[in-house]
């Protein structure tokens, strides 16, 4: 499974990235509003920190302009994912996009239709919101399994990008469901770390040998 971090924020980018297990990045109209640089600025910087799939989203929303947007976002990196909307108008321009060798993230995906209509459009990955589908009292993991098996079925290459997870169970579910990609705000990715009988554990074995080697042992 592919970690991805769900942030434009540079600091969370090199802090996740020193741990080795980041293998890409999406970012969002409000995430990279959260960072109040222009958006060919910011995606430039994280390319140069997470090196990998880096997904930018479009503003426009006629496919046209979509199109002529993407191209530039291309431009930028060459791990630069565009990112279209599920609407008529992003599918069109994912399309032509794709039908141009340009690697394409249609994202707002709340259905399996949804989901089929991004496959047969050529998405690089198709983004399914697990955790608005959740706030709103779906079952938003269901999602993902219901598109994994539909991919399956017809062997579709695009790669199922579990988004909007909330917390490490979304994560493990998504691992479960067989999803290609993760892609975690940092707070979940760091959170994930965690278990209070690792802590438990360490502070045992460390407290059992100092009992024994005074000293910090030196390897060798
Ligand atoms: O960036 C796409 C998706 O992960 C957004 O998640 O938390 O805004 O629902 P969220």
């Known amino acids: ?42 995606i430039r910087a994280i390319c140069d920190i997470v090196d990998g799939d880096i997904s930018a989203e479009v503003v426009a929303t006629e496919a046209q302009a979509m199109i002529r947007e993407g191209r530039e976002l291309a431009r930028i990196h060459k791990n630069v994912v565009v990112k279209c909307p599920l609407t008529r108008d992003g599918i069109k321009a994912t399309s032509a996009l794709s039908k ?50 539909i991919y399956k079925n017809y062997g579709f290459k695009t790669q199922v990008l579990a988004a909007s997870l909330r917390s490490p169970t979304h994560v493990i579910d998504a691992g479960l469901a067989g999803a290609h990609i993760g892609t975690l705000p940092f707070k979940v990715l760091d959170m994930l770390f965690n278990h209070p009988l690792t802590d438990k554990g360490l502070e045992q074995f460390l407290k059992d040998y100092a009992k024994v080697f005074q000293e910090t042992p030196v390897a060798g």
């Open 100 to 149: 141009d060798g340009l690697r394409v993230n249609v994202t707002l995906c709340f259905s399996a239709g949804q989901a089929l209509i991004a496959a047969k459009a050529g998405a690089y990955i198709i983004s399914p919101f697990v955790g608005r589908l959740d706030d709103i009292g779906w079952t938003g993991m269901e999602l993902i399994r219901s598109i994994m098996t």
């Open 1 to 42: 499974m592919k970690f991805f971090l769900d942030t434009a924020n540079l600091d969370e980018l090199k802090k996740g990235a020193s741990w080795g297990i980041v293998d890409g990045v999406t970012t969002n109209p409000s995430l990279i509003a959260k960072e109040g640089k222009p958006i060919a600025e910011q």
